[in-house]
T-cell receptor, first 113, second 114 residues
Framework: EDQVTQSPEALRLQEGESSSLNCSYTVSGLRGLFWYRQDPGKGPEFLFTLYSAGEEKEKERLKATLTKKESFLHITAPKPEDSATYLCAVQTFLRGATNKLIFGTGTLLAVQP | ETGVTQSPTHLIKTRGQQVTLRCSSQSGHNTVSWYQQALGQGPQFIFQYYREEENGRGNFPPRFSGLQFPNYSSELNVNALELDDSALYLC?????????????FGDGTRLSIL
């Protein structure tokens, strides 16, 4: 069964303290891996798509990387406004619903000033 | 560019009732997917509509049904509501069903079942 696991469940950082979030996946065939940010009471906001091992994407203080079994979201010198839940999702080679996303349970990030 | 909008934002129902949730897709998007997000969990895929046809379904019972209209807006209907249906219901839109199209989410409808 296709599965996505995120760790840690929660992470508390001081402002400026860099760290990484992990997303490991077990799928029959990976079409793409997606990172989203979700603020309380809001829907997920799209951040990145990664398609193949070795690929990297960057946006401001965030950098996403992909291997054959996992993805990392690196946060460099975070600020309090980076506090949110970060969700990882995979898209697989499934008959029908080719755009279906399978989500992990997320990492709740809190950045303290 | 108008994003994905959902209505209502909050809803309270009792067990056994029926509910209809609505979604307007982002301009230019013809595919709508619905997800259920329980508290502290990631979103779970319910089903997807592409050009007014259901294009895949997750592990949800038949009392969860949907529609997509010619303008690509969509409805999610849930019959015989149960306590476990309490969740945030998210709608996401994208262009086509291809794998290289990210889904863009609305802010959801918070459904509470008493």
């Amino acid at each position: 069964e296709d599965q996505v696991t995120q760790s840690p469940e929660a992470l508390r950082l001081q402002e400026g303290e860099s760290s990484s979030l992990n997303c490991s996946y077990t799928v029959s065939g990976l079409r793409g891996l997606f990172w989203y940010r979700q603020d309380p009471g809001k829907g997920p906001e799209f951040l990145f798509t990664l398609y193949s091992a070795g690929e990297e994407k960057e946006k401001e203080r965030l950098k996403a990387t992909l291997t054959k079994k996992e993805s990392f979201l690196h946060i460099t010198a975070p600020k309090p406004e980076d506090s949110a839940t970060y969700l990882c999702a995979v898209q697989t080679f499934l008959r029908g619903a080719t755009n279906k996303l399978i989500f992990g349970t997320g990492t709740l990030l809190a950045v303290q000033p | 560019e108008t994003g994905v909008t959902q209505s209502p934002t909050h809803l309270i129902k009792t067990r056994g009732q029926q509910v209809t949730l609505r979604c307007s897709s982002q301009s230019g998007h013809n595919t709508v997917s619905w997800y259920q997000q329980a508290l502290g969990q990631g979103p779970q895929f319910i089903f997807q509509y592409y050009r007014e046809e259901e294009n895949g379904r997750g592990n949800f019972p038949p009392r969860f049904s949907g529609l997509q209209f010619p303008n690509y807006s969509s409805e999610l209907n849930v019959n015989a509501l149960e306590l476990d249906d309490s969740a945030l219901y998210l709608c996401a839109s994208s262009t086509g069903t291809g794998f290289n199209q990210p889904q863009h989410f609305g802010d959801g409808t918070r459904l509470s079942i008493l």
